[in-house]
């Protein structure tokens, strides 16, 4: 196993979306042991492929109840509403207040082939919802308002001209990221 580099903001391959996956194969089971150490490493409670770089859809994820992945996940139902302070394991030390469904239904594929059929809530349904973003090439900031996503831009921005960011209102010590 090995810890795999995680891509953070402005790297392209966030922003692309992921191809489906045809077969498992063992070198996507060596995949998902890489980004399991991975994450548990960063610390994070979910990674998708692309964050190490791999434009295959699938992703990872433990907040706590125990290991999964999930390969070519869709999520088919979702509803209520819900606030989490959200983190990102590609977006570091930054986290946001966002409201996303409160409940989803996921379906996917399983590393031993099985079809998934997963009904999640809260923390769990976040992890879900975030991850399959990362697979669709979409990242956190654009699930922000205007106002905040011009902040948290602008923030980036200093951060990658090496002019720190420690005036920033939206940095903030993330929980577990995703
Ligand atoms: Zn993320």
């Known amino acids: 196993m090995a810890i795999l580099p995680i891509r953070t903001y402005g790297d392209p391959v966030l922003r692309q979306p992921t191809g489906l996956i045809a077969d498992v194969d063992g070198a996507l089971v060596r995949l998902v042991e890489d980004m399991f150490e991975t994450m548990y490493d960063a610390p994070g409670v979910g990674l ?84 399959v973003d990362h697979l669709d090439g979409v990242l956190l900031v654009q699930r922000l308002d205007p106002e905040r996503r011009r902040e948290a831009k602008r923030v980036l921005r200093n951060r990658a001209l090496g002019n720190g960011d420690a005036e920033s209102p939206v940095v903030l010590a993330g929980r577990s990221p995703l």
């Open 48 to 131: 998708a492929a692309n964050q190490v770089g791999v434009q295959r859809r699938m992703f990872v994820y433990d907040i706590g109840d125990g290991p999964g992945v999930v390969i070519n996940p869709e999520i088919v139902e979702s509803d209520g509403d819900w606030t989490y302070y959200e983190g990102c394991l590609s977006i570091p030390d930054l986290a946001f207040d966002v409201v996303r469904p409160k409940r989803v239904r996921l379906v996917g594929v399983g590393l031993d082939g099985e079809t998934l059929d997963l009904e999640a809530d809260e923390v769990l349904a976040r992890c879900f919802q975030h991850e």
